[in-house]
């Protein structure tokens, strides 16, 4: 950890203020995506649009994923091994 900073900021209409600025930095890393994709509103795999890929585990049941091919034309498909 690094010690934190106070640095004086002028306010527009003229006041000081002291600001303290921390040495604190958080990286996260990417998470694992899942090997499901949803081609989003009429798209097909073999086409360009949008395509969606959840995080690993997070993949919407049987269910939703057969209302959203129902209702907005979203296609789930499931990678190859």
Do not use: H
């Not at 269910?63 to 499931?78: E, P």
């Amino acid at each position: 950890m690094t010690q934190g900073k106070d640095v004086m900021y002028k306010t527009p209409d003229g006041q000081s203020v002291k600001l303290s600025v921390e040495g604190k930095y958080k990286f996260q890393p990417t998470p694992k995506q899942s090997e499901w994709q949803c081609f989003l509103f009429g798209n097909r795999p073999d086409s360009l649009g949008i395509v969606y890929r959840p995080v690993k585990g997070k993949v919407p049941n049987l269910f939703l994923r057969l209302m959203m091919r129902i209702f907005f034309d979203c296609l789930w498909v499931k990678d190859k091994a």
